[in-house]
């Protein structure tokens, strides 16, 4: 049991460390910054790096690796952070989530994404009090961690910039003012949040013994929640977070096994969410001062579409490519089909309803499971399945969502993010070895396994899809939705709860999700959990706003650019995501309407 | 009591121990057009949000008709018929002005929302969802009708300002000048067919003439019989339209009566306009 807290004080060591980062800048920028995660796991690489390739001594690498952490942030949010961050909190948000994937593959790119053991720089159970083993290393890890925070709550309390820190996170227009250099204390809280966020890195890597590029985003989630669960902004809620997560957390494994671990992150998540959403040392934001109210992506007018592009669109995609696609075009076109139905269905939460959702892989892996469970073990027909992985999405993520349709903001994006690992995570612990030989689509007793014929199937379902998508669109319910995703608090004063079209629209959502889910399933006759990961819905969200976040043709023209160009292109996995993240950061920057939108 | 329409009694709410509206009661009648005074910070605001319910009272009823409306929440209270526009005038930025007045009628409208009573309810507000979900996709011959009657009423609503607005009909609403989103707010409360216009400043950052208009606009709402509770600064705006004008200070009620009473309460010049130009006045009158 001792050893049980030990563990979670030293997992909580790490969260702390973390969610100081992201308290800091949230408080300075409003902004959650998400690159912060991939510093664990670049922090970890680069610690393995200079200590197991180049051999340099632990105290040397140590503070290299923070050197490096720090610059890279300061050229984060010189570039992209602080541009959005004064007018567009969300479009912030967003992009520092691009600049997660990007730096998470640009490492994978250099470092290889296998697992590396981590060198034992320091012994790990050299030490004993009473029953309980422990090692200089773990004394090391909360020694700093100790030392650290009295440093910085001193320099907070005393310095010159640790005071201007204060006063710009109370108020940045009247620091303004006051002639506080905000940029400054900007950059300043970014470098020390991302030199922190190397620095639990690192320690994770010391605690857990193994180093991988891509483990940064569990254990910046984790943090995220420890931040939220502290209050946002608090800095010593942060550290109080994350203990108190670490421990919960361990104790959680202990006893449910490591799967759980999402799962009860995401639940304290939402009940945090729900019960205190300025989290324990924060404020509840008032209405009046709820920053976020709307979205940020929806001014500016869509370019006319001449009539004829319809048809001749129509002809081009549904005729003239099976006609003329080899299979590879074709294979390519139904992926690109396939995305484009799950983001043109997409359009009605994070377009019109303003809920930027970003864990719509969730609801597509359910579609696949249940479609693939189906027709493997029920005997379902596909053409049954497939609506029925439509509604069951629908029905389960709706379920889940259903508590955080109150919360606003960012926090409704980082819900829903939560929602998505924790909807993969409850699969991988129910079948965890995937399906195999999912049967193909079937037309009366004739197997339909030509590329053509998938292409066609998908085809017929886009023109579904967007069909429903236009008449939602262009009823009063697709007003009343836009309505909500403009102006809440308007909304309710003319009768419309928000909350219930909320919730609606992300059902509409789930629904095209699940159809998608199941389109995959099909094609691939294979799944496992690890299709379904956060860089799909990193690529809806793409799609979408690239093609205009309200604009249900839109999805289709985004879902063309980044996967069919991709594909053609023949990236590589990684740089493929890298492009993904930089297209995203492109588009939100320059053109947040998306490249079918003017400007205004 | 007949001939009132909103009884609000002993009401309060407090923010971290400030008493912003302590104890206060006041009327309006049907057709009365009441209006709110007081210095910044005198708790009005907070009563017209306490009255709409965009927050909930800490003390004390409100009434409509013989309905209590203090624990419902505003999209309930828009049901019940009082229809509110903001400080900084709020329209729905994305949509178009004619979109605008549309969303104002949702609490109006019954072949497009289905089985809307059960709304209210937990889990079984998905089959009035699921409804107006089926009616956009699908339709029924009685939800046609219905948007013919939809557009019917958003035309009405818009030849109110039929000079402003009438040509910006399909224009989204983020591109109207700030005078025109005042408008297009009024348009949009006026389409839920309210039984009470609840107005928070109307003519704030207006100059004189677009205050003259805004005047207008309102006698004729009120010579339509509606009744009005509104906040406002210009006294001149106030004098001419109000039937009945309350005075407000540090959260209570410190004058009522008609326009040409209050303005000569000494009590109310005091609170108002300030003790020095009080003894000014008071010498010469």
């Keep these: 049991m001792l050893d ?86 969300l479009a912030a948000m967003l992009s520092t989530y691009a600049v997660s994937q990007i730096l998470d593959n640009a490492s994978q790119v250099a470092f290889s994404a296998q697992f590396r053991v981590f060198p034992a720089v320091l012994p790990t159970s050299n030490l004993q009090i009473g029953n309980m083993r422990f090692g200089t290393s773990d004394v090391v890890m909360l020694g700093t961690t100790a030392v650290l925070m009295v440093a910085m709550s001193l320099f907070l309390k005393y310095g010159r910039i640790g005071r201007a820190i204060r ?74 977070g994350g203990f108190v997560l670490g421990i919960l957390e361990s104790f959680g494994i202990h006893f449910f096994g490591d799967t759980s671990r999402q799962i009860i992150i995401f639940v304290i998540l939402i009940v945090v969410l729900i019960v205190r959403p300025g989290g324990l040392l924060g404020k509840i934001p008032l209405i009046s001062t709820e920053p976020l109210t709307g979205t940020f992506l929806g001014k500016g007018r869509p370019f006319r579409i001449p009539r004829w592009v319809w048809p001749v669109a129509f002809l081009a995609i549904g005729v003239l490519i099976p006609l003329t696609g080899n299979n590879y075009i074709l294979t390519t076109g ?267 | 009591m007949s001939g009132v329409l909103l009884d609000v009694k002993n009401l309060e709410r407090h923010f971290d121990g400030l008493k912003a509206v302590d104890g206060i009661s006041f009327t309006v009648a049907p057709g009365e057009v009441v209006s709110i005074i007081g210095p910044n910070g005198s708790g009005k605001t907070t009563t017209l949000n306490l009255v709409a319910g965009t927050i909930r009272a800490h003390g004390g009823t409100i009434s409509l008709g013989d309905t209590r409306i203090d624990r419902a929440d505003s999209a309930r209270i828009a049901e019940y018929g009082i229809a509110r526009t903001f400080q900084n005038g709020r329209v729905f930025a994305t949509l178009s002005v004619a979109d605008n007045i549309e969303v104002g009628l ?31 996709i699908v339709g029924t011959p009685a939800s046609r009708r219905e948007r013919i009657e939809i557009d019917a009423n958003v035309d009405a609503q818009l030849h109110r300002f039929e000079a402003r607005l009438g040509s910006r009909r399909d224009d989204p609403a983020y591109s109207l000048s700030y005078a025109n989103r005042r408008r297009a707010e009024i348009a949009r409360a006026m389409a839920l067919k309210p039984t009470l216009l609840v107005l928070d400043e109307p003519t704030a950052g207006m100059n004189q003439s677009e205050t003259a208009e805004v005047l207008e606009q309102l006698l004729e709402l009120k010579a339509e019989g509606q009744a009005i509770l509104l906040v406002e600064h210009k006294l001149d705006l106030v004098m001419k339209l109000s039937d009945r004008v309350i005075v407000m200070d540090g959260g209570r009620i410190i004058a009522e009566g008609r326009p040409e009473d209050v303005r000569h309460d000494p009590a109310v010049i005091e609170a108002y306009i300030g003790r020095r130009r009080a003894l000014a006045t008071g010498d010469r009158s």
């Design chain 2, 106 to 136: 949702h609490s109006t409208l019954h072949a497009t929302r289905p089985f809307r009573g059960l709304s209210h309810l937990f889990l079984l507000r998905w089959i009035p969802l699921l409804g107006e979900l089926f009616i956009a």
């Design chain 1, 334 to 600: 139904t992926q690109v089909l396939i995305y484009a139905i799950i983001a043109a269905g997409f359009t009605v939460t994070a377009g019109q309803a303003g809920v930027l959702a970003l864990g719509q892989a969730g609801p597509i892996a359910i579609g696949a499971y249940i479609s693939a469970a189906l027709t493997l073990y029920l005997d379902f027909s596909f053409w049954v399945a497939l609506p029925i992985a439509g509604l069951v999405a629908a029905i389960v993520a709706s379920i889940l969502a259903s508590p955080i349709w109150g919360v606003k903001g960012h926090y409704i994006s980082i819900a829903t993010l939560g929602l998505g690992i924790a909807i993969v995570a409850v699969i991988q612990l129910v079948v965890p070895q995937g399906l195999y030989n999912i049967p193909v689509p079937q037309w009366f007793g004739t197997p339909l396994s030509t590329p053509t014929a998938y292409y066609l199937i998908d085809f017929g379902v886009l023109v579904v899809t967007l069909l429903v998508m236009f008449r939602i669109r262009s009823s009063h319910l697709g007003k009343v939705i836009s309505s909500v995703g403009s102006d809440e608090v308007a909304a309710l004063a003319s009768g419309v709860r928000g909350r219930d079209y909320k919730a609606l629209a992300f059902a509409i959502s789930a629904f095209f999700a699940g159809i998608g889910g199941s389109l995959l399933a099909h094609q691939y006759t294979y799944i496992d959990p690890t299709i379904f990961t956060m860089l799909m819905s990193l690529l809806v969200v793409t799609i979408v706003i690239m093609g205009g976040v309200g604009l249900p043709y839109g999805a289709v023209v985004g879902s063309i650019i980044l996967i069919g160009a991709m594909e053609l292109l023949r990236f590589t996995p990684e740089l493929r995501i890298m492009v993904y993240g930089l297209v995203l950061i492109l588009v939100v920057r320059f053109r947040p309407g998306g490249i079918l939108v003017r400007n205004s």
């Design chain 1, 167 to 240: 006063a710009t996170s109370q108020d940045q227009e009247a620091a303004l003012q006051m002639g506080i250099p905000v940029a400054l204390v900007q950059h300043v809280s970014f470098v020390i949040a991302s030199a922190l966020g190397g620095l639990a890195g690192v320690f994770i890597a010391l605690y857990v013994g193994v180093a991988n590029p891509s483990s940064g985003l569990n254990i910046g989630l984790t943090a995220f929640v420890a931040a939220t669960l502290g209050g946002l902004g608090s800095l010593v809620g942060a550290v109080i």
């Design chain 1, 4 to 89: 049980t807290l030990i563990a979670g004080l030293l997992r909580g060591n790490v969260y702390a460390l973390g969610a100081v980062g992201i308290s800091l800048v949230f408080g300075v920028m409003n902004v959650v910054n998400f690159a912060q995660f991939s510093f664990f796991g670049l922090g970890a690489m680069l610690a393995w790096f200079f200590i197991a390739t180049l051999g340099l001594p632990f105290w040397l690498a140590l503070p290299l690796v923070l050197v490096i952490c720090g610059g890279l942030g300061l050229v984060i949010n010189i570039t992209v952070v602080r541009p959005l961050a004064k007018f567009l909190p």
